[in-house]
């Protein structure tokens, strides 16, 4: 199981994969379709979700979490 | 042909567009051709990489940190109407400059016509005026950073301020601005700041943005249609900038417009304006030495308007054509102005400089302008 942040929009999306850049972290950026149509998100590797989701409240961008069974 | 123009019109476009802005315009359309924000493949997602590498353009430039809170549009026409509709609140009284393009004139105008708005028209320039005009029901303030006509500025810290103070949300034009002088929305205290892309930023035809302070309440929709999110839903998603941007943006003119961004934020902007300061004060110099001419305002931005005594505006502007100088005749779209500063129905000449014009073309519109003058080229037909 990944780690799936899932955005508001794919501008939040692409702001949150370069954020994690500037600490490290590589994400991949995938579409999906789930509850309201579809949805911009980054798959993580499971040891950077920590460092991750404080970098993006550290920058104030806005996300969910999901696991994601690929 | 081309060689041979002489292009003082830049305050309509700029022209021609530097090789970076030509290079970007054809990597995007060659290389990111993909739909920004629509699918979850590469070209795809390298057309949103072009789209947010530009919204981050956009906040430097404006000295902002929320690129969502850039929204792309294809004009700053569009985006002013867009600002107008999504601020005025039925029943609002909106103050506006008299040296207002219409692209805020007639979208304001329309409201009124429509019932929904009252409007006041203030004098640009006099603080005591735009006072006297508020009342207790103005929300809104519409006004332009600098005039299209004269390239006068409007003391824009202070009406930003008398704003705030007011709780009178603020929408500014930067179309002439833009490129020119310092754009903060913070700091003037505008809660949308509107811009084009094809002017001094250096961009193409085909883009404009807006730039919404994140401190304003939930916007309304303005048009609806695909943003590449939540699409199940039958409303444009909450969140901006989809909330506004419906349907597949111009990408490779906001990858044009990223370009010139960036190459006009490594220039030093004190070099540049001067050197822009010091061809229209060269101009005007020239041009002074012609009897019955008369100036519009001190010239800024490049910009520089007059008339001569008995010549109609567009007549002036057709001969320069026809010896392939670039210059705009009329009323620039800009009625208020044009009856703020009394150019009659003749509407005026006007010359905008660019930053790749020199003085050694100056010299030659100069001899081409005495030339035609002397032969009477510019008289005796309306």
């Not at chain 1, 942040?5 to 954020?19: G, I, P, Y």
């Not at chain 1, 994400?27 to 460092?51: F, H, N, W």
């Not at chain 2, 009625?335 to 030659?364: D, I, K, M, W, Y």
Request: charged content about 20%; proline content about 6%; hydrophobic content about 40%.
């Amino acid at each position: 199981m990944y780690p799936l942040l899932l955005f508001e929009s794919a501008t939040a999306a692409t702001r949150a994969k370069r954020a994690l850049l500037t600490v490290g972290i590589s994400a991949t950026q995938r579409k999906i379709t789930g509850k309201g149509g579809c949805r911009y998100t980054l798959l993580l590797d499971a040891r950077d979700l920590y460092t991750a989701t404080a970098e993006l409240r550290r920058q104030q961008v806005a996300f969910e979490i999901q696991s994601h069974g690929e | 042909m081309g060689n041979k123009l002489l292009y003082f019109d830049h305050a309509a476009t700029s022209y021609p567009k530097s090789p970076k802005v030509l290079a970007a315009l054809t990597d995007c359309i060659k290389h990111k051709g993909g739909n920004p924000g629509r699918s979850g493949h590469a070209l795809s997602l390298s057309a949103q990489e072009v789209l947010y590498d530009a919204r981050c353009a956009v906040c430097t430039l404006t000295r902002t940190d929320r690129p969502e809170q850039v929204v792309f549009t294809q004009s700053a026409t569009y985006a002013l109407n867009m600002a107008i509709c999504c601020l005025a609140e039925k029943g609002a009284h909106i103050l506006i400059s008299d040296r207002e393009h219409n692209a805020v004139y007639r979208p304001v105008s329309r409201l009124c016509r429509e019932g929904k708005v009252t409007c006041s028209v203030f004098r640009a320039g006099d603080v005591g005026d735009f006072l006297q005009k508020v009342t207790p029901a103005t929300t809104l303030a519409v006004m332009t950073h600098v005039s299209n006509v004269s390239g006068e500025a409007l003391p824009l810290r202070k009406l930003g301020r008398l704003c705030r103070e007011r709780g009178i949300r603020l929408i500014l034009d930067a179309s002439q601005s833009a490129g020119h002088l310092p754009l903060s929305p913070e700091q003037i205290g505008a809660d949308v700041l509107c811009a084009p892309g094809h002017k001094a930023l250096g961009g193409i035809q085909g883009v404009g943005f807006a730039v919404f302070s994140p401190t304003l309440p939930p916007l309304p929709e303005f048009i609806s249609g695909g943003s590449g999110s939540y699409s199940l839903l039958p409303e444009m998603p909450a969140v901006l900038p989809d909330r506004l941007e419906a349907g597949t943006p111009p990408t490779p003119a906001i990858a044009a417009l990223c370009a010139g961004i960036e190459e006009m934020l490594q220039q030093d902007p004190a070099v540049r304006e001067s050197r822009l300061s010091a061809l229209t004060a060269r101009a005007r110099e020239m041009l002074a030495e012609t009897p019955g001419i008369t100036f519009y305002g001190e010239g800024g931005c490049g910009i520089l308007s007059f008339n001569l005594a008995g010549a109609p505006s567009e007549l002036v502007a057709a001969r320069l054509a026809e010896e392939g100088v670039c210059v705009r005749g009329g009323f620039h779209c800009a009625p208020l102005a044009h009856a703020a500063l009394q150019t009659g129905e003749n509407g005026c000449v006007r010359l905008s400089f660019g930053e790749r014009n020199t003085e050694a073309e100056l010299e030659r519109f100069y001899r081409i302008f005495r030339r035609l003058y002397r032969e009477g080229a510019f008289c005796g037909q309306g």
